[in-house]
């Protein structure tokens, strides 16, 4: 059974700062892997879908790279803002199905 | 932009009522899906469904069940609240095909609490 999970939980960084978020499965035979975010009290807002034939991708100060051998997924986020504090949310999908497994989530404080 | 929407933010029931969570997508998806998240268990999928009318067990099913009699709408059914069913649901919907666009699209969740 495929089990994901997030490190840190928590993380509070000052304005400016690069990061980085890691999420690791258990099962390396994925379809894809999404990254998400969620504010509090609201929905998931997609940020980078990776492919399993795909190393990494980017989408402004973000950058998303998978290692799938070694189970492991990282966002890096560059020149951190308050605007960026939220929860992150890895989510990986089975092969050959539609269902994603999600990670617990790291919560994102950036400091002013 | 993809729009997913969950008819209520916030619901107050008693164990007991018989719930209606409803979810509606105005991008043609295939696939929707209903989550429900908790502090701790992360988001845990309940059912999903690929079609019209079509529906498939997710993880956690039991006290659940679901209709889709239109495409762009996928309603979840608690046939007996209960307090255990207290929870943030979260629909979503995606479509099929090829690879790249199988992202999910989420709604601003519905609040739960049964008393």
């Known amino acids: 059974k495929q089990e994901v999970t997030q490190i840190p939980a928590a993380l509070s960084v000052p304005e400016g700062e690069n990061l980085v978020l890691n999420c690791s499965f258990t099962?390396?035979?994925?379809?894809?892997l999404q990254w998400f975010r969620q504010d509090p009290g609201k929905g998931l807002t997609s940020l980078l879908l990776?492919?399993?034939?795909?190393r990494e991708q980017t989408s402004g100060r973000l950058n998303a790279s998978l290692d799938k051998s070694s189970g492991r997924s990282t966002l890096y986020i560059a020149a951190s803002q308050p605007g960026d504090s939220a929860t992150y949310l890895c989510?990986?999908?089975?092969?050959?199905?539609?269902?994603?497994?999600f990670g617990p989530g790291t919560r994102l404080s950036v400091l002013p | 932009d993809v729009k997913v929407t969950q008819s209520s933010r916030y619901l107050v029931k008693r164990t007991g009522e018989k719930v209606f969570l409803e979810c509606v997508q105005d991008?043609?998806?295939?696939?929707m899906f209903w989550y429900r998240q908790d502090p701790g268990l992360g988001l845990r999928l309940i059912y999903f469904?690929?079609?019209?009318?079509?529906?498939e067990k997710g993880d956690i099913p039991e006290g659940y069940s679901v209709s889709r009699e239109k495409k762009e709408r996928f309603s979840l059914i608690l046939e007996s609240a209960s307090t255990n069913q207290t929870s943030m649901y979260l629909c979503a919907s995606s479509n099929s095909g090829t690879i790249v666009r199988n992202i999910q699209y989420f709604g601003a969740g519905t609040r739960l609490s049964v008393l």
């Open positions: 989510a990986v999908r089975k092969n050959y199905g539609q269902n994603f497994v």
């Open positions: 099962d390396s035979a994925i379809y894809n």
């Open positions: 990776i492919q399993s034939s795909q």
């Open positions: 469904s690929y079609d019209v009318k079509m529906k």
């Open positions: 991008m043609d998806h295939e696939n």
